[in-house]
């Protein structure tokens, strides 16, 4: 059986993208807003490795900026090709969550009858 590890491993890129394509925010901000989502589990030690490969892969740029509490803190932004992800990503997820539902709501219908 999948862990919820295993199950996140590609979600949570998308999940960044949203949250990124919304408004630049810093490594510490994204772990408070998945947080908020529900995703209690996520650390920064998790955010920070995606981070760096999408930046890597030109889906993100980081701008560093003054803190008013400590050193600068890298904001994050989607380039154009990080846009285009976020959507592709947004397309194969209500695919999959469309196609996901429909079996275990089926299934469990079937069963119950």
Request: glycine share 8%.
């Amino acid at each position: 059986m999948l862990s919820q590890t295993q199950m996140l491993k590609g979600i949570l890129d998308g999940c960044l993208l949203a949250i990124i394509n919304v408004k630049e925010c810093y490594g510490y901000e994204m772990a408070s807003r998945l947080n908020d989502y529900g995703f209690d589990y996520v650390s920064e030690g998790t955010i920070y490795p995606l981070l760096m490969r999408m930046q890597r892969e030109e889906l993100i740029i980081s701008t560093r900026r003054k803190s008013t509490a400590g050193p600068k803190r890298k904001y994050y932004r989607l380039t154009d090709k990080g846009e285009k992800a976020l959507q592709d990503f947004i397309y194969r997820w209500e695919q999959l969550d469309k196609s996901v539902n429909a079996i275990i709501h089926r299934e469990i219908r079937e069963k119950g009858e």
